[in-house]
């Protein structure tokens, strides 16, 4: 087994167009970054950044969009201030795929390189179960903006 195919995912259905989810996702400050997001994620090669106090840094650059269907956001450095290896999310990706179902789309996110046995594993799933199923979900469905990522 491929490290990429142990890598942390989650997949949500919903009942909206794939250009709908597509557009969610890419308008991150929405459901992820809010107030702590700056830079621009619209098209490729934009770069933005995640800092979530003195918790988490996280900057991305866009590397593959392809419409409707697949965005691919490489994580070029990141800083997550409760781990030992601080640096683990670099020279990770993060792949949104998105695909029509039914009367809607089905979204499937991969975090490739964020893998059991990592220190971070545990926490970082719980923490994008809690961002892809609840924050992205609720944005994309019910066009709600999340107001804070962590309680």
């Known amino acids: ?36 997001l700056s830079g621009t994620t619209r098209l490729l090669n934009d770069e933005f950044i995640i800092k979530h106090g003195d918790v988490h840094y996280s900057k991305q ?25 601080k640096h683990e999310w670099t020279d990770t990706k993060l792949v949104f795929e998105v695909r029509p179902e039914h009367e809607g789309a089905v979204l499937h996110f991969t975090h490739q390189g964020l893998v059991p046995g990592q220190e971070c594993y545990v926490t970082c799933s719980m923490g994008w179960n809690l961002v892809i199923k609840n924050y992205l979900f609720n944005f994309i469905v019910e066009g709600r903006v999340a107001t804070q990522l962590y309680a």
């Open 61 to 85: 650059r866009m590397i593959d969009v392809v419409p409707s269907q697949r965005v691919v956001w490489l994580i070029t450095e990141s800083r997550l201030a409760w781990l030992d290896n």
């Open 1 to 36: 087994m491929t490290a990429n195919s142990q890598s942390y995912t989650a997949t949500i259905e919903v009942a909206k167009p794939p250009p709908h989810v597509f557009e969610c996702i890419r308008d991150v400050s929405k459901w992820w970054g809010g107030k702590d």
